[in-house]
């Protein structure tokens, strides 16, 4: 098991991706509001994730922030902390979404880059599983590195692991 650490914030040029507190976990799960959040903020994945939050869990869910004006528009994490997988190499998943009309705009993109970042730092390998009809989040995962695919799962998403890099 890892025991590494990761920031509570990650800031890339135009996003802040923070942990979920305690407060906000459970805000979105009453389907509570909060002003710095998008009117579509938070979706029912938002909430999935916010289920999942666990204290300050470096490993748990965290909102995507744009910069210029602290608006939450969608959500980034991974589903728990490092297990090491078949081949012994410790791995995690991740998952991530934008309200609708933050798409397309490289966005998942940035925030999914900012983070494996970090899990290439700790020699953290990431895998992810979408769905085959979700033409938008199988392009992030392609720019990305999302090279491996594992076949399916249980759901009948596709499961995609991006090789371990070293860090820069």
Known sequence: ???????????????TLD???AEEAALMLAGGRDPRWHPDYPRPDDRDAASMARGADPWGPRHITRTFDGLVFGSIGFYGPPTPSSDDVEEV???????????GRGVAT??????LALT????VR????VSPENS????VLAKCGFTELRGGNEDGE????RPLRAPA
């Open 1 to 15: 098991m890892v025991s590494v650490s990761l920031p509570p914030t990650v800031t890339t040029e135009r996003l």
């Open 19 to 21: 942990l979920f507190t």
């Open 93 to 103: 998943e991740i998952g991530y979404g934008l309200v609708s009309d933050a798409r």
């Open 110 to 115: 940035e925030a999914v880059r900012a983070l």
């Open 120 to 123: 290439d730092a700790v020699g």
């Open 126 to 129: 990431v895998r992810a599983s």
């Open 136 to 139: 938008a989040s199988l392009r």
């Open 158 to 161: 596709l499961v995609m692991a």
